[in-house]
């Protein structure tokens, strides 16, 4: 099954949405394998922030992706790459639809509450750089034969 990366901010959490975010995750029926809560360190938010390391906003980026603890996920389902980006919103969450995390969260572009991972190749990228191995769950959900045939 498809799997995808997916991280509260720092924003996220401090604001108290960890909750209200991951209950949409549940409900649409994707399935959370792993899941932690950390700061960020320097050297790895680099590294996933790495396709933007030459734009103008690279460091303040880094600045606030580091600047205090995120939850980190491993997310499994049906298209779930797909399902968490239009879950999540346009990146500013000022153009982001209403009925989107974005949209219905946030307010600023730098500070958009969540991220989820653009492609597969993104997603394995960025599933090893931020779990090992042992730390994903392998688990049957019971709704499971109620979401798909
Ligand atoms: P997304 O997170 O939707 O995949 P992205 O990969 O283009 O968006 O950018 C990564 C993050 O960088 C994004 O979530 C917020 C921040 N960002 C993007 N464009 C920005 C800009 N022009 N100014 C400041 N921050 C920006
Ligand atoms: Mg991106």
């Known amino acids: 099954m498809e799997r995808t990366f997916v991280m509260i901010k720092p924003d996220g959490l401090q604001r108290g949405l960890v909750g209200r975010i991951i209950q949409r995750i549940e ?13 960020i360190p ?7 922030y790495v ?13 606030f992706i580091t600047s205090g ?4 996920m491993v997310v499994e389902g049906k298209g779930a790459i797909f399902e968490v980006r239009k879950m999540n919103g346009a990146t500013n ?14 307010l600023d572009l730098g ?3 969540i991220h989820g991972s653009d492609s597969p190749e993104s ?3 960025e599933i090893a750089l931020h779990f090992d191995e042992s730390e994903l769950s392998i688990y049957t959900r019971i709704d499971e034969a109620w979401l798909y045939e």
Not at 42 to 48: L, Y
Not at 51 to 63: R, S, T
Not at 93 to 106: E, S
């Open 27 to 39: 409900a649409k029926g994707l399935k959370i394998v792993a899941m932690k809560m950390r700061t």
């Open 42 to 48: 320097t050297d790895v938010a680099e590294e996933h």
């Open 51 to 63: 396709e933007h390391v030459e734009k103008p906003f690279f460091k303040d980026l880094v600045g």
């Open 69 to 72: 603890p995120s939850v980190p």
């Open 93 to 106: 969450p000022t153009k982001a639809q209403p009925g989107t995390i974005r949209g219905d969260f946030g």
């Open 111 to 113: 500070r958009n509450v």
């Open 123 to 125: 997603a394995a990228r």
